[in-house]
């Protein structure tokens, strides 16, 4: 009996031993094996994320983001593979090549050695890419030394976390070559299989897909992970497209990788940063590390637009500044004049820390790149969304009839940061264990709320009027289009201020402008604009004491109304916008959310 018990241990331990051994085998064998053995296990769709499998939770402890060993962490969507007049031509020169050239040396015992030399010397002369733009960064005019040598991130790179970079792009292929210099520069830096690359082409009409095919073929051979897709417009006529909502579209569509990533494999990002126009690689590592000091959920940089001559704020549509105000259309060297009454920002603090070029709090804002922690964001469930409530003017219906508190239709940004408070504030109830019943009570009021005063910086564009020029060019393709076509005045108080809880006692949401992050379009001499907005390097000896102060200490509470400027009927990007101040309570959303 006892023997027949021993018996069958021994031979469940010797299968166990066998099995351990076999998976070792597989496990530790060069490079390939597992992950060919792997992929038989998978037979679902190459292009989707797979889950983890035996093998991977074996392997653990690797970088989660190989892409030279997991396929689907490189993937192309929706390319357009339709056969052409010269798809027979082309297909035949690179057979032709290939058998002629590169076969018999890829197979020859003396050269082929040369092969794999020559795929490394590439990836180095890849790795300098500089783009054109880009190349210049080094050379532009920045306080605090952020272009000096010795500042190379090293912090940031040693700490080795991943970072999720997100891009949609709808014909802007004039940004594209130095965007990818700029994706190959922080991955030079971060290190190439700490990043994943989101691309969406958002229904381009110009080269970007060829332009997606080279970023496709240097992010492989760097072995950066990437998914590039391109997805189609989401209305034929573009007059019946609601731009909120394509915005919201196309964002959402371009984190769905994050969100795979976590699911599937659970691998989380460190950040996120959304790349729009042209920003300097060195700035956006500057706007990660004071995202990361301020444990910030949303850093974003400045756009600057040329504009008959000078350059501009560009971004006054999604911008509002932490009292609720839109930003001034300053000029790049309002710095120079001694008053702060034509800096970018209105609020009193936002406008003293821009003038020493200190990121500031903000209510809102996109500026060009930015920088979100997902923790804060995405992983807590929220996405980008638009109002539900637009007028579709292509349909035969009359338009709604609105009511002066309806809610906002503005872009897509503006409801992220109104989430991001209010999702803050339930997240915060639920640590302090306050309750309604608590707030109400509460009358401290933070800050008080004045009457908007009359715009007194208009002075500053009386030379000319802001009506856009470009009238045949296409509106929706990439470009500061957001600069312009605003309406002109600012709109009146909010009539009635409502009897709940002040958004002052609810926890701040920490949303940051950082001045020092440059974002330009074509068209702008950098170099001039580096100097129009950080002066002559001369400030040396204020270096040291001023950075201290990149850490905000006094973090506000929401504004209680804020300058909605809205799109309240379809017609693409140029539709027309109204503008009203409009009433914002956290207290009441949060019981909106409850009551649904
Ligand atoms: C507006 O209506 C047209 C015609 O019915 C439709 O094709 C289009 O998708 C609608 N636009 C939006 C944004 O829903």
Not at 49 to 66: S, Y
Not at 432 to 451: A, G, H, M, S, Y
Not at 471 to 493: K, M, V
């Amino acid at each position: 009996m006892a023997l027949i018990i021993r018996r069958r241990s021994l031979v469940r331990i010797l299968l166990f031993f066998g099995f351990a051994i076999l998976l070792r085998f597989l496990v530790v064998s060069p490079a390939s094996p597992a992950s060919s053995v792997a992929s038989r296990f998978y037979t679902s769709d190459p292009q989707e994320i797979q889950k983890h499998g035996v093998l991977d939770l074996v392997t653990r402890g690797e970088k989660a983001l190989d892409a030279r060993k997991h396929k689907f962490l490189q993937v192309r969507m929706g390319r357009d593979e339709r056969e052409d007049l010269f798809t027979g031509a082309v297909r035949d020169g690179i057979l032709d090549y290939w058998e002629r050239f590169q076969k018999p040396f890829i197979e020859g015992h003396e050269t082929s050695y040369m092969d794999a030399q020559s795929v490394l010397t590439s990836i180095e002369q890849l790795l300098t890419l500089n783009g054109w733009v880009a190349a210049k960064c080094p050379t532009l005019t920045r306080p605090f030394g952020q272009n000096k040598d010795e500042d190379a991130y090293d912090d940031l790179a040693n700490q080795g976390h991943l970072y999720y970079i997100g891009m949609v792009i709808h014909s802007a292929d004039h940004f594209l070559t130095d965007q990818l210099a700029v994706i190959v520069q922080l991955a030079r830096r971060l290190g190439t299989s700490n990043l994943f690359v989101s691309m969406l082409d958002y229904d381009s009409s110009d080269s970007t897909e060829t332009l997606t095919d080279l970023c496709e073929a240097v992010l492989t051979l760097l072995g950066v992970p990437y998914r590039i897709r391109r997805v189609p417009s989401m209305t034929v006529d573009p007059s019946a497209a609601y731009y909120p909502l394509e915005e919201a579209h196309t964002r959402n569509l371009a984190l769905e990788p994050l969100h795979e990533l976590l699911v599937k494999r659970d691998i989380k990002f460190h950040r996120v940063i959304w790349l729009k126009g042209f920003t300097c690689p060195n700035d956006i590592l500057e706007s990660i590390r004071i995202s990361m000091v301020n444990d910030a959920a949303m850093v974003c940089g400045m756009d600057w637009a040329e504009h008959n001559g000078f350059f501009i704020f560009s971004d006054r549509w999604r911008t509002r500044d932490i009292n609720g105000d839109q930003f001034r259309q300053s000029v790049s060297s309002s710095l120079s004049s001694s008053s702060l009454n034509t800096v970018p920002p209105r609020d009193t603090v936002g406008a003293q820390r821009y003038a020493k070029h200190l990121p500031f709090q903000v209510f809102c804002c996109e500026s060009g790149t930015h920088v979100v922690d997902p923790e804060q964001s995405y992983y807590a469930g929220i996405t980008y969304r638009a109002g539900p409530d637009f007028y579709n003017a292509t349909q035969p219906d009359d338009p709604p009839i609105r009511l002066p508190d309806d809610k906002c239709l503005d872009s897509t940004q503006a409801w992220f940061c109104r989430d991001l408070w209010v999702w803050k504030a339930k997240d915060g109830m639920k640590d302090v264990e306050q309750d309604l019943e608590v707030i109400e009570t509460t009358t401290k009021q933070k800050r008080t709320v004045d009457p908007i005063e009359p715009v007194a910086d208009e002075h500053v564009l009386q030379r000319r009027q802001v009506v856009p020029e470009r009238e045949d060019a296409d509106a929706n393709a990439g470009s500061d289009y957001d600069a312009s076509d605003l309406p002109q005045n600012d709109p009146p108080p909010v009539s009635e201020q409502r009897l709940t809880a002040p958004n002052a006692v609810f926890l701040p949401v920490r949303i940051m402008v950082n001045p020092r992050c440059v974002t330009t379009y074509a068209g702008v001499s950098h170099a001039q604009l580096a100097l129009d907005l950080f002066g002559p390097p001369d400030r040396e000896n204020r270096e040291d004491e001023l950075k201290d102060q990149d850490v905000l200490q006094d973090w506000e509470g929401a504004p209680d109304s804020f300058v909605c400027q809205e799109q309240q009927t379809t017609g693409g990007r140029r539709a027309s916008k109204n503008q009203r101040r409009l009433g914002f309570s956290i207290h009441q959303e949060l019981e909106e959310a409850l009551s649904q």
